[in-house]
């Protein structure tokens, strides 16, 4: 009996202890087993509801080791009578609300941060689109402001160049006087001492009388008005002349209607069709309606208008009227001068000759022997050079004397400009301009030198091939000492060169001191009021004997 007592009473003690130590080390081992976990970085998805603690110090992973141990106490905090704490956790971790007096502010982030669950990965990946979100934006804004400055400094260049087109406005002061003292520094005492008291301040001067005015602008003035009077005839006939038709057969409807408004001006007009001078793609239309308008202007203006607009509708009608006559002029030489360019020489060949002429040209050589029988074959094309070899020195001496008859116009037109600037108030606008219209006044007459070298280039070419064909007719006795000068015979009838000492020495003075000054390149460079003159006055180059 006393025997199965201490048995029951043996075993029941070691299940007593058994349970105690099992209940302790499975008390002390879950918290290292958590901070394991929470060490690892390895996230909790189930925390127990009941246990707040956890959660509270789940998102700090990196919690330093004294805060553990005080949070998650050893298991030698047991008693030996076996009885257990009534907080297992430990007497640190206090509940939610319980002694908040004592509590640091890390302790308090820490049992308020929020778990990483599920949650806190969908607000993660909504803060990284806002992030995202943000950087888009900030880039697109970026590119806004980029686009916008490239367009704000276009905009300054556009006004830049706007503005350097415009008017200066130039101080009057002793080191840069105006165009106007300069003019009057040279008339003497009186110039010089008005210059002086205008620079200084401004007065007002007393009206002269005509014989003052004649004696002080009685030189420039009357130089003007007697160029302008030999260069213009006295009396401008307005009839339509009768070959108007031709001139017009090749002009587009917008240059017809200008010339519908001034009718007597057709070659003139028929200028308008053509490629411009300095911009070659530049469509002409606007500038014939430009012109129409100028010109009727100018014939409704009255002989006492002497106003700076008058003056330059009255330059616009004495130029169109000359260039008429200079188009008039180049088209007669045109038709008669067909034989100093080789692409109206081939035209008028008939089929024989332009086979020899080709055969000529594929092999030199297969003439050499007998050069005389291969012209032979050519006489009808030699007649038709020596009928029309007179015709076309004739018509190139008479548009040689219409261009010069043009410089004087327009010699005369800077004259009268002159004059205005001396004897009329200008506002700096209108004073800048007049420069502009003098300076491209002078470039345009020394350009009409060139045109003339060229004709008087044509007119000695045709000379020559005339007097060569002459005295191939009259070899017919000395066949063979003509033979022998044969090379010499045709380079004589070869197109001449510039600088040619068949030119006038004038001539080529004036177009070589054009060459060399300053030209426009850009039809932006001229005066605004002359462009089209710059663009469709007839002019002769080097690849008129093509």
């Known amino acids: 009996m006393n025997r199965r007592a201490f048995g029951a009473c043996a075993s029941s003690g070691l299940l007593l202890y058994f349970f105690c130590f099992a209940n302790s080390f499975v008390l002390s081992t879950r918290p290292r087993e958590l901070d394991r976990a929470n060490y690892l970085g390895v996230p909790s998805f189930s925390p127990p509801p009941e246990r707040a ?87 697109i804004w970026t590119g806004i402001k980029r686009g916008a400055a490239k367009v704000k400094m276009g905009a300054r260049r556009a006004a830049r160049a706007v503005y350097r087109k415009l008017p200066r406005i130039r101080r009057q002061s002793k080191q840069q006087p105006s165009y106007r003292e300069r003019l009057l520094s040279g008339e003497g005492e009186e110039g010089e001492a008005s210059t002086s008291a205008s620079s200084s301040e401004e007065e007002f001067l007393p009206a002269l009388t005509p014989e003052e005015y004649s004696a002080k602008y009685g030189s420039g003035v009357g130089k003007a008005e007697e160029r302008a009077a030999a260069a213009e005839p006295e009396a401008v006939s307005e009839v339509v002349p009768n070959d108007c038709l031709e001139f017009l057969m090749g002009v587009n409807r917008y240059v017809l209607n200008a010339s519908r408004r001034v009718p007597e001006l057709c070659a003139l007009w028929s200028r308008f069709s053509g490629t411009c001078n300095i911009s070659k793609l530049r ?65 008028r060949m008939t089929r024989e000759e332009r086979e020899l002429f080709e055969t000529i040209l594929e092999s030199p050589m297969s003439v050499a022997r007998d050069p005389l029988s291969a012209l032979a074959q050519m ?20 548009e040689v004397l219409e ?89 004589s009838i070869m197109p001449i060169a510039r600088g040619s000492k068949s030119v006038p020495s004038h001539i080529a003075k004036g177009c070589r001191a054009y060459e060399k000054s300053k030209l426009p390149r850009r039809i932006t460079e001229v005066a605004t009021f002359l462009e089209w003159f710059w663009e469709v006055a007839l002019q002769r180059g080097d690849d008129y004997q093509q």
């Open 53 to 139: 603690e956890f959660q509270a110090i789940q998102p700090q992973s990196a919690a330093s080791f004294i805060e553990r141990r005080r949070i998650f106490p050893p298991p030698t905090s047991i008693s030996e009578e076996g009885d257990f704490p009534e907080n297992p956790v430990g007497p640190s971790v206090q509940r939610a609300g319980a002694d908040d007096e004592t509590r640091s502010p890390p302790e308090e982030e820490q049992l308020q941060a929020p778990p990483r669950g599920r949650l806190e990965r969908l607000r993660r990946f909504v803060g990284n689109m806002g992030r995202r979100a943000r950087s888009r934006l900030r880039r």
């Open 283 to 347: 469509d002409t239309d606007i500038l014939a309606g430009n012109l129409a308008e100028v010109l009727v202007g100018a014939k409704k203006l009255s002989r006492r208008d002497t106003s700076f607009s008058a003056v330059k509708l009255r330059l616009a009608l004495a130029l169109a009227r000359a260039e008429d006559r200079v188009a008039r002029a180049g088209r007669e030489t045109d038709k008669a001068c067909w034989l100093a360019r080789v692409q109206q020489v081939m035209k």
């Open 379 to 398: 006489g009808h094309l030699m007649n038709l050079v020596e009928k029309d070899g007179d015709s076309c020195v004739e018509k190139a001496k008479a």
């Open 403 to 491: 261009r010069e008859r043009l410089q004087d116009v327009l010699m005369a037109q800077r004259d009268k400009l002159e004059a205005t600037l001396r004897t009329r108030k200008l506002t700096p606008g209108e004073e800048q301009e007049a420069e502009e219209l003098m300076r491209d006044l002078l470039l345009l007459r020394n350009r009409e030198f060139c045109s003339n070298e060229i004709i008087s280039i044509v007119a000695q070419h045709a000379k020559n091939i005339k007097a060569f064909i002459i005295d191939f007719k009259a070899s017919e006795n000395g066949r063979r000492w003509w033979k022998i000068q044969i090379p010499m015979k045709i380079s």
